[in-house]
């Protein structure tokens, strides 16, 4: 059964749909690949999904020990290359202002971050760069 169902609308942009929820996505090409840059692009979902699948499996981890992630925030820079254009970097940095106290609990999740499945999904090609600011 597929996932996501997706529609071409015009002027480089799409549309997907998740299946089991209802929720739609835009995603429109960048001003420097043709398109307007009014919604996420394509490699921007990369980036975003790469950071948002860390930040899953760490609230993962820390639900199981009855600890709660709340408070994190994190901020991600894609770097494209060019010839052939495809994603060079991503940079993800993580912010937390009250961490938890347990220390091994904390790198416990900064290791769960770095093995989650999108992480482990993209080249070697795309440098993964996670700064972790707590």
Same mark, same amino acid.
């Not at 408070?71 to 940095?93: A, F, H, Q, Y």
């Given at each position: +059964?597929?996932?996501?169902?997706?529609?071409? /609308?015009?002027? /480089? @942009?799409?549309?997907?749909?998740?299946?089991?929820?209802?929720? #739609?996505?835009?995603?429109?090409?960048?001003?420097? =690949?043709?398109?307007?840059?009014?919604?996420?692009?394509?490699?921007?979902?990369?980036? %975003?999904?790469?950071?948002?699948? +860390?930040?899953?499996? +760490?609230?993962?981890?820390?639900? @199981?020990?009855?600890?709660?992630? #709340?408070? /994190? =925030?994190?901020?991600?820079?894609?770097? +494209?290359?060019?010839?052939?254009?495809?994603?060079?970097?991503?940079?993800?940095?993580?912010?937390?202002?009250?961490?938890?106290?347990?220390? #091994?609990?904390?790198?416990?999740?900064?290791?769960?971050?770095?093995?989650?499945?999108?992480?482990? %999904?993209?080249?070697?090609?795309?440098?993964?760069?996670? =700064?972790?600011?707590?």
């Amino acid at each position: +059964m597929p996932t996501i169902k997706s529609t071409y /609308l015009e002027n /480089l @942009r799409t549309t997907s749909e998740h299946l089991q929820s209802g929720t #739609k996505i835009i995603t429109d090409a960048p001003v420097d =690949n043709n398109g307007k840059g009014e919604a996420f692009s394509p490699t921007d979902l990369v980036a %975003s999904a790469l950071a948002s699948c +860390m930040v899953t499996i +760490m609230g993962i981890v820390a639900q @199981r020990k009855g600890e709660d992630l #709340k408070g /994190l =925030n994190w901020e991600v820079t894609k770097v +494209m290359d060019s010839n052939p254009r495809k994603i060079k970097e991503i940079i993800i940095d993580f912010s937390w202002e009250q961490p938890l106290e347990d220390h #091994k609990l904390v790198q416990q999740l900064k290791n769960a971050a770095k093995t989650c499945p999108v992480a482990l %999904s993209l080249s070697q090609d795309v440098v993964q760069t996670v =700064n972790f600011n707590f």
